[in-house]
């Protein structure tokens, strides 16, 4: 790839994984800095002025494209992701209130239209509406309920296994340490234990915002590798059980990057809106068909509303594995923290 070809991107990355995999938050940055220092000397040749973070992230922040993003599009992002975690941290009893109060005031919204169209001139045709049409839309509408429940059990499956996988790794590195010299296994030991701690303390609140990243790994268990692969073992136990704290220590590590991948998903915007509009067309359906009977048509929206309602708040309390008030906790890595010796 020339750097011509380079030069004419608004937005571009240059990463080395395998080094920020085993090296401390400031060795990754140190080498990320290094790699792009060339590419910079002749970028800057072109007049374009360059942002480097600690990740090793390169930008191109003088462009007018960029610049009206950082004005006009990454605050409305933002606003709309804050809205969304509020929502998602509202305690059950507040988020049911909700739920139900939102769905049962469109009920009787539509009941009240309904009444008005009946009373119409065109009554006679609105009360002419088959029953028979609430079929295919209770079909399509239960279907796309379906979908998107399985969608929200299967995130909070993958995010259970991946702190059960998390945890049990580390739960083997200090097994596996007990055989290593007594130093290398303090000092695994204490890597873990500070690891667990960073989890719990810093790195599930940002999980439960969605705002942790894979840019860095961290520090503790980049430090074990290390530590673990500069060991000068003599006897084959010991050799066994390097490799074993090594092949733990990496599953440690794809484990985090799942959780926090799964911490990042979430039922989008498009398939709230289509599932709200489904619903609000099958309330709409109901109430015309029972448009002549006002006291079974309410009926229905209430018995309908309440069905409705239930179901968003099913998948909205589980929609973020690690939001909320029934979010997924730190518990299986506190269990298995060391005990300082």
Same mark, same amino acid.
């Not at 800095?33 to 800057?44: E, G, K, M, N």
């Given at each position: 790839?020339?750097?011509?070809?380079?030069?004419?991107?608004?937005?571009?990355?240059?990463?080395?994984?395998?080094?920020?995999?085993?090296?401390?938050?400031?060795?990754?940055?140190?080498?990320?800095?290094?790699?792009?220092?060339?590419?910079?000397?002749?970028?800057?040749?072109?007049?374009?002025?360059?942002?480097?973070?600690?990740?090793?992230?390169?930008?191109?922040?003088?462009?007018?494209?960029?610049?009206?993003?950082?004005?006009?599009?990454?605050?409305?992002?933002?606003?709309?992701?804050?809205?969304?975690?509020?929502?998602?941290?509202?305690?059950? !009893?507040?988020? +049911?209130?909700? /739920?139900?109060? @939102?769905?049962?005031?469109?009920?009787? &919204? %539509?009941?009240? #239209?309904?009444? *008005?169209?009946?009373?119409?001139?065109?009554?006679?045709?609105?009360?002419?509406?088959?029953?028979?049409?609430?079929?295919?839309?209770?079909?399509?509408?239960?279907?796309?309920?379906?979908?998107?429940?399985?969608?929200? !059990?299967?995130? +909070?499956?993958? /995010?259970?296994? @991946?702190?059960?996988?998390?945890?049990? &790794? %580390?739960?083997? #590195?200090?097994? *596996?340490?007990?055989?290593?010299?007594?130093?290398?296994?303090?000092?695994?030991?204490?890597?873990?234990?500070?690891?667990?701690?960073?989890?719990?303390?810093?790195?599930?609140?940002?999980?439960?915002?969605?705002?942790?990243?894979?840019?860095?790994?961290?520090?503790?268990?980049?430090?074990?590798?290390?530590?673990?692969?500069?060991?000068?073992?003599?006897?084959?136990?010991?050799?066994?059980?390097?490799?074993?704290?090594?092949?733990?220590?990496?599953?440690?590590?794809?484990?985090?990057?799942?959780?926090?991948?799964?911490?990042?998903?979430?039922?989008?915007?498009?398939?709230?809106?289509?599932?709200?509009?489904?619903?609000?067309?099958?309330?709409?359906?109901?109430?015309?068909?029972?448009?002549?009977?006002?006291?079974?048509?309410?009926?229905?929206?209430?018995?309908?509303?309440?069905?409705?309602?239930?179901?968003?708040?099913?998948?909205?309390?589980?929609?973020?594995?690690?939001?909320?008030?029934?979010?997924?906790?730190?518990?299986?890595?506190?269990?298995?923290?060391?005990?300082?010796?």
């Amino acid at each position: 790839m020339s750097l011509g070809s380079v030069s004419n991107w608004p937005l571009f990355v240059f990463y080395r994984s395998s080094e920020f995999t085993r090296l401390s938050e400031q060795g990754a940055a140190s080498i990320a800095t290094r790699s792009v220092r060339p590419v910079l000397a002749t970028v800057r040749g072109r007049a374009y002025r360059l942002l480097i973070d600690s990740c090793g992230l390169v930008e191109r922040v003088d462009s007018p494209a960029f610049n009206r993003y950082s004005r006009q599009v990454k605050p409305r992002v933002e606003e709309a992701a804050m809205m969304s975690t509020w929502l998602h941290n509202l305690p059950i !009893w507040l988020m +049911t209130l909700v /739920a139900f109060g @939102a769905t049962f005031l469109a009920g009787a &919204a %539509l009941h009240v #239209i309904t009444a *008005m169209l009946a009373g119409g001139q065109h009554g006679r045709s609105y009360g002419a509406i088959s029953p028979a049409l609430l079929s295919p839309i209770g079909i399509i509408f239960g279907l796309f309920i379906a979908f998107t429940a399985a969608q929200v !059990w299967n995130d +909070t499956a993958r /995010a259970t296994a @991946a702190v059960n996988t998390e945890a049990g &790794a %580390l739960r083997s #590195i200090v097994v *596996m340490s007990a055989v290593l010299p007594q130093e290398s296994q303090v000092e695994l030991r204490k890597l873990v234990r500070d690891y667990i701690q960073y989890t719990a303390t810093t790195e599930w609140p940002l999980m439960a915002r969605g705002v942790v990243t894979l840019n860095i790994s961290p520090p503790s268990l980049n430090k074990a590798i290390q530590s673990a692969l500069s060991l000068a073992v003599d006897t084959p136990g010991q050799q066994t059980a390097q490799r074993e704290v090594v092949a733990s220590l990496r599953q440690a590590l794809e484990a985090r990057r799942e959780r926090i991948l799964i911490s990042r998903t979430q039922v989008n915007g498009v398939k709230w809106a289509c599932l709200i509009f489904l619903g609000v067309c099958l309330l709409f359906a109901i109430a015309l068909v029972h448009c002549e009977n006002r006291l079974a048509s309410a009926v229905a929206i209430g018995l309908f509303s309440a069905v409705f309602a239930t179901t968003i708040l099913l998948i909205l309390a589980h929609d973020r594995p690690f939001t909320g008030e029934i979010a997924l906790t730190p518990e299986p890595l506190l269990q298995v923290i060391p005990a300082e010796r």
